[in-house]
């Protein structure tokens, strides 16, 4: 049960860091963008929970602070390396 816990840490952390960008960004709600860091925050919750079968230890608090920390980080990064490479063409 603790990948799975894991993993929908993860991606709620990547769910609520899109979130708070919309909110901020005072833009009209795009869904195209909102799809995109949904697939990273997806992507970083299955490798994070992944990661966290592969160490074999058991689920503790600091363990969902850092799933939830690490989907809003794979978010953030991701939205500014796919800025970088379009920006590079």
Do not use: H
């Amino acid at each position: 049960m603790g990948p799975v816990i894991i993993a929908l840490c993860a991606f709620v952390g990547g769910i609520a860091s899109a979130l708070l960008g919309w909110a901020e960004s005072k833009e009209a709600f795009n869904s195209r963008k909102f799809l995109g860091s949904a697939a990273r925050s997806f992507i970083a919750g299955a490798v994070f929970a992944t990661g966290y079968q592969l160490s074999g230890t058991s689920l503790e608090a600091m363990d969902i602070l850092a799933a939830i920390l690490a989907g809003a980080g794979v978010d953030g990064l991701g939205k500014r390396l796919g800025a970088t490479v379009r920006g590079a063409k």
